[in-house]
């Protein structure tokens, strides 16, 4: 096995064969077989579709006997040794499985369809559970995106010893103390000095790479790069995108990947090829334009938005058509309306607060606009989890933990567009046309684009603040950080804080200090944290559970419901998801109905008589002294590196389900049922179906009974671990959602009982290898 006889140089340096027994990983196996596929199809001895249902059959050996992992491979192994292709059938009748072989060729593709009806079994999950493509991430949890970049672990952590040491307790106290003031920076001209002068020396470059910034833009790109390229960061395009180049919109530039965020895997609705630009609605001189309503009747707040937003940089007037269209080079341009949003408070002059939003779906940019990939933000549930997790690595308690909430001042506006771009980003009031020269909220490709900015310097900062992820955590909803500390000192906590901060305004990032917090208690995207007493507290606004409650209503008292009122429902749902994920199956379900102009209700009715139940609950559960919020505690477990204390083993068939409880190694209750002609109702499951095809339904359903029976027999802070032998039921356990609408269904209940019981959102999950 010349594989496993690697040539080494040994301590004299002379050539050395040495033998190994490393069994290769499942990712290895899979880059190792792609290449041997290759080989094979090349020679002409074997087929790609032939190849392809071997590798089904590994992939299924490999997923039922996660334990033998060795035994399967040994068997492959000795498969290829004696070579494979030796056993296909020859001869004019031969066949693969069903298909002829005079039908297959090498031109043959594997593609894993999009499964839509019942999963019937472990391969149903191979795009999520086989799938070794790794992404980098770094808004949904920087930490996690932080692993993958091993050199930047060891050159930033020198960055951040630097960092600690300029960071003393006068300039912590400095900056913490202009949170939630007028201005956007936190640190002084000199304390930035420093940092930069340390980010040289750990990084390279020199003075003049420090202060360069593209036109218009604090961003301190060449900076950036430098930091970037110490840590061997995938991202080589937001790089080119701050130094120069400009960001594209997907439309006469592509978004090029970087495997930063998963790509988007859902077919692209709504984007024209360049073919139908005809389509748009192109400037014509001396039309007459007009905005939407609240833009156009309230003249002064516009124009003084548009005058701020100049003088700022992000854009520039031009008095004619002519003008501009000299200034985009002869290019024919397109005008988007652009309407008013009032945002809380009043400004300093006591006028009212808006924001512009620039509307790409109606002038037809957003159509021309290509998107490959999904951004991942992170949920309330990220926060939580990874609060835990570094309170049980160090066995502190939550007394030793505090958040620091932040907001980048002007985001989407701090990245520059490419000049490409340009004769797409215009606007149009009172006469003069307005040329942006930076990315506009409200084009489909800018939360994108900022995501990939945002990302970089999460993850960054991550590396600054501790690289192990045991001291913090950072995670970032579009432009809000939240950083989460857990150190014993409260000198050291606020300093550590301090780090990411440091770092990003070195970089040239401008805050809203206004918007800053700093404690046990903080308000971050709609809703407020709070840790105490070894627990973290959520506050979740109940003025806006009774929109949703209102909306529900709405929906149910009518046989068919237009698809802007629903998208209004999926859209407050997917908020209220980031604090209780319990809500996602209703969510999911609705949203599948909202793809119509008008929707029946029936195929969402079971979702949305749920979910009505689901937030009256919300709604009546444990309220604040004023009632103003609704309060969700999740306990930090007494796990402290021992085994769960409690387990329940489920299983099932399609004629019943069981399931054991144990407290440690012993048993002590059991459970067991037949799956009866009531349950199959209920499942919306006919009798006469082939009641095999639903095995990991009711796989789910013993998950479901086993918590109902047993979940009042451990405290809130207990762990528990679940088991079972169906990968899909424990997936659809764990993500509270499934494609298949009867496990859907059982899925509701489980997260039904999650509403009254947080607990069940706790629950450890492993899957026990089929015999």
Known sequence: RAKQEPWVLNEFGVPTQISTNKIPSWSEWKAAFRTFRLCLAM?????????????????????????????VYAADDMMRAVHLPRYMPIGQGATSGEIPLSE????????????????????????????????????????????????????????RSKFLKILDVDVVNAALGRLGSNGSSLFSAEVLKSARS??????????????????????????????????????????????GAGAPLGINLPIVTCDIFPPNREPVEGHRERETENSVRLAVPGEDFRNYPSAEENPVATKRLFEAERNSGFCRFFHSHAALKQELRGEPFVISKVALAEKDGVDASGNKRFRLIVDGSESGVNELTRTDELQQLPRLSDVIDDWKSMAECQEVTSNNSLFLVIDFQSAFKLVKTAPEELPWCVCFFDGVYILYDSIQFGFKAS???????????????QLVLSPDGREGRIHTYVDDPVISVCVENITRRRQFACLPLLLWEALGCPYSCQKGQCGTRVKWIGRELE?????????????????????????????????????????????????AKQLTPFSAVAAEAANK??????????????????????????????ARYLIREFPLKRWQGRRPLVSVVVDACWRGIGGVLLEGPNPVSWFADIISSDDLLHLDIGESHELYRYQNAFELLAILVGTRIWAGRWSEDLPVLMRSDSIVAINAATRMKSRSPVINRVAMELAYDAVKQSRLLDMEFKHIPGV
């Open 104 to 159: 297959l060729t090498n031109d043959a593709v594997s593609e894993t369809e999009l499964q839509t009806d019942i999963q019937l079994n472990v391969n149903d999950l191979e795009a999520e559970v086989c799938d070794d493509r790794l992404y980098l991430g770094g808004l949904r949890s920087a930490y996690q995106s932080s692993r993958l970049l091993p050199h930047g672990r060891i050159v930033l952590n020198e960055l």
């Open 447 to 461: 939360p994108l684009v900022w995501g990939r900015v945002s990302g970089l310097l999460s993850r960054m900062g």
């Open 43 to 71: 020679l002409g001895v074997a087929t790609q579709a032939e190849l392809d249902r071997y590798q089904a059959m590994v992939e299924n050996l490999a997923l039922t006997y996660r334990e033998n992992w060795a035994e």
């Open 531 to 579: 840790v105490d007493n070894s627990l973290i507290r959520v506050y979740v606004p109940k003025d806006k559970l009774m929109v949703i409650e209102e909306l529900l209503n709405g929906c149910s008292t009518s046989q068919r419901v237009a698809v802007k009122l629903l998208r209004k429902l999926c859209g407050k749902l997917t908020w209220a998801a980031q604090a």
């Open 597 to 626: 102009t008008l929707v029946g209700i029936k195929s969402a009715a079971w979702a949305i008589s749920w979910l009505s139940l689901v937030i009256r609950h919300f709604i009546a559960g444990d309220l604040d002294g004023d």
């Open 198 to 243: 340390c980010i040289l020396e750990v990084c390279g470059g020199d003075a003049e790479e420090a202060d360069w910034t593209m036109e218009k833009s604090p961003l301190r790109g060449k900076l950036i790069k430098r930091v970037a390229a110490a840590a061997e960061d995938w991202d080589k395009e937001v790089v080119r995108w701050l130094t």
